[in-house]
């Protein structure tokens, strides 16, 4: 059963750090890119940085640039979000996700359209507070 999990969520001060990890289950990840997204409380889903299959090309959103990096570790079937310098802003759930069913070769083509995956974990809540 294909699954994705993750974690590293909490509740962190303004300019602090945290670490997301998004696990896969029941299918290589290395084959496919795999995007973070985030949910804040009233607004819709956004996404926020994809990785291509190999790792050799990313892409974020402007609000997150400069602060968040996306990578990956194939050998352990796991994506990650390193989280820097956040904001009141940032908090939200976040979410990873996959395309299977048409994983445009790899790469971050077209990554922010939420329509296009297949696969999503259920998500875990970042809270920026003070």
């Known amino acids: 059963q294909l699954q994705l999990v993750e974690s590293g969520g909490g509740l962190v001060q303004p300019g602090g750090s945290l670490r997301l990890s998004c696990a896969a289950s029941g299918f290589t990840l290395e084959h496919y890119a795999l995007t973070w997204f985030r949910q804040a409380p009233g607004k819709g889903r956004e996404g926020v940085a994809c990785?291509?299959?190999?790792?050799?090309?990313?892409d974020a959103a402007d609000s997150v640039k400069g602060r968040f990096t996306i990578s990956r570790d194939n050998a352990k079937n796991t994506v990650y979000l390193q989280m820097n310098t956040l904001r009141p802003e940032d908090t939200a759930d976040y979410y990873c996700a996959v395309r299977i069913r048409d994983d445009k070769g790899g790469t971050c083509t077209g990554w922010i359209y939420l329509r296009e995956y297949d696969y999503w974990g259920q998500g875990t809540r970042v809270t920026v507070a003070s």
């Open positions: 990785i291509s299959s190999n790792g050799g090309s990313t």
